[in-house]
């Protein structure tokens, strides 16, 4: 089956330091999408991703999708504490319809 | 709109017994999904459903897993006997459509602690 690598596992910055999680498939994908789960909760949608080396910003988030559709990005400027979470990206291959593999998921902390 | 519903939110039974775990999606969404997500990984897809038909299953332990989609909206997931690394939280999400562009939304999930 396809299989998501993201790394880093784990991330701890001080508030106000920037933070990148990268997400990675040996197969090409159609879409990625991007989820934010906080402590004891559920994931949550945060964005897709579509077009080969598409950038899309939500206020301090900027998500990349290379060129080959084979690896993205999740950059956060200035962290909060509000940003504190797991994000997880979801990937779906060519001939996976409806089907989103996850990756294992970059935990972020964020010191005061 | 109301979001996802699961109960319980939380069980703990010993291995060998059996447990059920319940999911009514977004009224209206075709798509309802199942996912095992253990401490420290991602979830994990076990069934996917497109209204009342399941569309994959590739992942689910069928020997002691089971689940249904009656009338194409709620959801019952099984686990007969469990063991001790049935240990998880189980997602229920769904989406409006069966296309991975569509977005899942999820639920508040039941944390299940085998014994």
């Known amino acids: 089956g396809q299989q998501v690598m993201q790394i880093p596992q784990y991330q701890h910055v001080q508030e106000g330091e920037d933070f990148t999680t990268y997400c990675n498939s040996s197969t090409t994908l159609s879409n990625i999408q991007w989820y934010k789960q906080r402590p004891g909760g559920h994931p949550v949608f945060l964005i897709q991703?579509?077009?080969?080396?598409e950038v899309k910003k939500q206020k301090r988030l900027t998500f990349q999708f290379g060129e080959a559709k084979k690896n993205s990005s999740l950059h956060i400027t200035a962290t909060q504490t509000t940003d504190v979470g797991t994000y997880f990206c979801?990937?779906?291959?060519?001939?996976?319809?409806?089907?989103?593999?996850f990756g294992q998921g970059t935990i972020l902390t964020v010191h005061p | 709109e109301a979001g996802v519903a699961q109960s319980p939110r939380y069980k703990i039974i010993e291995k060998r017994q059996s447990v059920a775990f319940w999911c009514n999606p977004i009224?209206?969404?075709?798509?309802l999904y199942w996912y095992q997500q253990i401490l420290g990984q991602g979830p994990k897809l076990l069934i996917q459903f497109q209204n009342n038909g399941v569309v994959d299953d590739s992942q689910l332990p069928k020997d002691r897993f089971s689940a249904e989609r009656l009338k194409g909206v709620d959801s019952t997931l099984k686990i007969q006997p469990a063991k001790l690394e049935d240990s998880a939280v189980y997602l229920c999400a769904s989406s409006l459509l069966r296309s991975s562009y569509n977005e899942q939304f999820f639920g508040p999930g039941t944390r299940l602690t085998v014994l």
């Open positions: 009224s209206g969404h075709a798509t």
């Open positions: 991703l579509v077009k080969s080396g």
């Open positions: 979801a990937a779906a291959g060519g001939t996976s319809y409806g089907k989103l593999t």
